[in-house]
């Protein structure tokens, strides 16, 4: 089964095997608004992909495997932001990232046109799932578009936090407006704003308190979906404490009690360390 709760983000990426597109490429990792792109290759094809910490297994899109001889196999269920839908496994994929030569994965494969055409007017290729995370300990500073591998003899600076693992994807603590802290996927593919679970926000009364309360849009894979949106008073993770957050629900089944990503992580410089189940926040 394939699970990825928080696919708000998709990647803008270059016309299928166009050299000319690396010819000019001055950065292997750019960040647009609160998205996040990495120059990778899958199985010696360059394309340029969205980075998703949170997303449990890399994905290719159904078009873009075909045209560099992927072939997909057993049919499963993929969950997504916006409902769900089915993916094939492909397996025996090599992936080639910032000196990493990492594999033999299974990726998923699946139609992510949708995604790419409703949240950014584009194709969407690739996304880096995990797997990058998973295989060494990273440092990630998102405004100065910094991405590199480091040894994991390495001191980190920062809040030191340990990562638990929930449906497949890493959680941190995090607290809002004075209550206990509760575990957050740590989701650099969520590009928009704060998610609250709706089960969580029911428990703690979110909806029900007297806020302002509008309609958003919201959803990834699966397909689009209008959301509730507010304003959390304060969040505090690693130390600092964030006022007036914009926030929305996530009403899926597998939603976490809050999902935090790049409009927050943005404000740290950032190491994981997966396999070791902790990640470092400075805060600038």
Known sequence: MITKRRFLAAAAVTPLLNV????????AFVVRKNRLFLDVAVNGHRVRALLDS???TSLLDTKFAQAIGIGGGRTVAAHGSGGDTDAQLAKG?????LGLHIGPLTVGVLDLSDVGRRLLDGPLSFVMGRELFDATRLYIDI???DIHALPLTSKPAGAKLTLHKEHGIETLSVAIEGKPPVEAAFDLG???DVLVGAAYAKDIGLLTD?????EGKGGGLGGEVRRPMFVLKSLE???RRFEDVTATIDANSTATNLNVGVSILRQFEIVTDFSA???????K
């Open 143 to 145: 405004d100065r578009a």
């Open 93 to 97: 994929v090599m992936i080639d990232v």
């Open 210 to 214: 007297g806020r302002s309360v509008v």
């Open 277 to 283: 189940h902790c990640v470092w926040l400075k805060s």
């Open 20 to 27: 000319a597109f690396w010819e000019c490429a001055d950065a």
């Open 237 to 239: 993770i690693a130390g």
């Open 190 to 192: 969520n590009g928009s």
């Open 54 to 56: 949170a997303a449990e």
